[in-house]
């Protein structure tokens, strides 16, 4: 599995970015994909995840009702739109992967090289 993000930027509080991850190297049924972050000192926290099959959404408490996760299966993309952007979503972010459709740190068996996203304030 390789899992390519994109879309990281410096922006200022209050705008929107979205960010982008490229699927490739196995079919995605049944597996769930997602999208982590990790900001200097701090450990890898779960933001987003979507049911590669179904679609179905899940969210951090701390981005639910400004972050928006979806998938593009006919594409093998993997969309994350943050809007209201905050300093302290600052952290790089990564695209992962999990089989079975749970997506967690202990779940995901692929994880992206990463995306930058800096927001000042």
């Known amino acids: 599995v390789q899992l390519v993000e994109s879309g990281g930027a410096l922006v200022e509080a209050g705008d929107s970015l979205r960010l982008s991850c490229a699927a490739s190297?196995?079919?995605?049924?049944?597996?769930?994909l997602g999208w982590f972050r990790q900001s200097p000192g701090k450990e890898r926290e779960f933001v987003a995840a979507?049911?590669?099959?179904?679609?179905?959404?899940r969210y951090a408490d701390s981005v639910k009702g400004r972050f928006a996760i979806s998938r593009d299966k006919a594409k093998n993309m993997v969309y994350l739109q943050m809007n209201s952007l905050e300093p302290e979503d600052t952290a790089i972010y990564y695209c992962?992967?999990?089989?079975?459709?749970?997506?967690?740190?202990?779940?995901?068996?692929?994880w992206g090289q990463g995306t930058q996203v800096t927001v000042s304030s």
């Open positions: 992962a992967s999990a089989p079975g459709g749970s997506v967690s740190i202990a779940t995901v068996t692929s």
């Open positions: 190297g196995r079919t995605f049924t049944n597996y769930g």
């Open positions: 979507i049911t590669w099959n179904l679609g179905t959404p």
